[in-house]
């Protein structure tokens, strides 16, 4: 946890506070696209990793065939309904005003970041192996 604190410090979030309604929504959807296209950019890697784990796995007691690339699938999927879920019901109050695609687009980008450097922390333990 500790890692993903310094990640998420180390990442800047854009500066979205001045301008019109219309302006900062704008600067949050930017921002929102660049972390989107990091996070496509870093999966392929991640993915990789989970399939080299499972060619390595040896059973144990507890699990008795791989399931990284499986267990990696099925959390990024859930990631993503949460994502929009979450997303969503903090933006709820707005009630489709101007301020609502603010909310989504600060928060999107806020959990796209924190996915980010999660997926960072999930590669470099399959790598550990």
């Not at 019109?20 to 959807?29: G, P």
């Not at 949460?82 to 101007?98: H, I």
């Amino acid at each position: 946890m500790i890692l993903l604190a310094l990640i998420l410090q180390a990442v800047p979030l854009p500066d979205c506070g001045d301008g019109s309604d219309l302006e900062i929504a704008e600067c949050y959807s930017a921002a929102y696209a660049r972390a989107d296209a990091e996070l496509n950019q870093l999966w392929p890697g991640v993915l990789a990793a989970a399939r080299k784990a499972d060619q390595g796995f040896t059973p144990t007691p507890r699990r008795d065939k791989a399931s990284a690339v499986k267990d990696l699938l099925a959390a990024q999927r859930a990631w993503v309904g949460f994502r929009d879920a979450q997303c969503a019901a903090e933006a709820d109050y707005a009630q489709g005003g101007s301020l609502e695609n603010i909310i989504v687009g600060r928060c999107l980008t806020d959990m796209t970041r924190e996915r980010i450097a999660k997926l960072e922390d999930i590669q470099s333990g399959y790598e550990e192996k």
